[in-house]
């Protein structure tokens, strides 16, 4: 196993920062909630379920879900929704052959150990047991990122050793899916341009610190300034209507 860091400093998860900047990620959910198809009397871990919303959601099924996260105030968020929400760093995950399936949405890209990740999440299910997925693949808010290191990097701060996502083509998650033992059904990546309803500053606000962290406010301010412009002509419509280059990676595999 690879001796990498399991997620790169400088993210703060707040669920009312998170639902006002990023309430759409559950929401565009659905299509791969429909690829899980839970089913009542399953049992089902949701990594990194952040406030609960999907989980809750899935729950309607019947299924019995159990939902974990690493950041503290993400899990408090989705326990006052009455969930089963535990505090869990996915690159340790402390389940023994206990799930039908495991089920994660946009949480996969913050945890950098992959395979770590991976095993734990084969480790989790029971014999049979299914894993379906969507994250940030290959391209992921390419633009996004190449503003925000440009800008970085005309002030000399190297942005590259403060990438802080892991954003895999589909050959390189297949591989490591095959290296754990799954059996791959589905992978593919998915262009999915995402509208932003706070715009790109409050996109940038929700997560680009990983970006910024340690730099002296006016520095971050101007990194932050030079990104909006630049990301402007490609992003930003004529009324002021902002869109993120999203791209999914979406996948369902099996023990
Ligand atoms: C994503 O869902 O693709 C994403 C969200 C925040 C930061 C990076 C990627």
């Known amino acids: 196993m690879t001796d990498v860091p399991h ?3 400088g993210q703060n998860w707040n669920a009312r920062g998170y639902a006002q900047h990023a309430d759409f990620v559950p929401a565009l959910g659905s299509a791969v909630a429909e690829l899980l198809a839970p089913r009542p009397g399953e049992r089902i871990l949701d990594l990194g379920c952040g406030d609960g919303t999907l989980t809750a959601a899935l729950a309607e099924s019947g299924a019995t879900l159990v939902g974990v996260d ?3 105030d993400m899990v408090d968020a989705a326990r006052a929704r009455g969930l089963d929400a535990r505090l869990v760093d996915a690159h340790h995950l402390p389940f023994d052959h206990e799930f039908d399936a495991v089920f994660s949405n946009a949480a996969l890209h913050w945890m950098l150990n992959h395979e770590a990740v991976v095993a734990g999440v084969r480790r989790a299910l029971k014999p049979g047991g299914r894993f379906v997925a969507e994250f ?3 391209g992921n808010v390419a633009a996004i990122c190449t503003a925000l290191l440009a800008a970085l990097h005309v002030r000399g701060i190297s942005g590259k050793a403060r990438f802080p996502w892991y954003f895999p083509t589909t050959e390189e998650y297949r591989s490591c899916l095959e ?3 799954f059996t ?3 992978i593919e990546l998915i262009p999915r341009p995402t509208p932003l309803p706070t715009g790109m500053a409050g996109w940038l606000a929700t997560f680009a ?3 910024l962290h340690g730099l002296d406010d006016d520095v971050r301010e101007a990194v932050l300034e030079d990104a909006l412009a630049w990301l402007a002509p490609s992003l930003c419509d004529s009324h002021g209507n902002w869109t993120a280059d999203y791209v999914r990676l979406r996948l369902k ?3």
Do not use: L, Y
């Open 7 to 9: 997620n790169a400093p």
């Open 70 to 72: 690493g950041a503290d």
């Open 136 to 138: 940030g693949g290959h």
């Open 179 to 181: 290296a754990a033992g």
């Open 184 to 186: 791959v059904e589905t």
């Open 209 to 211: 610190n990983p970006f």
């Open 253 to 255: 595999a099996h023990c």
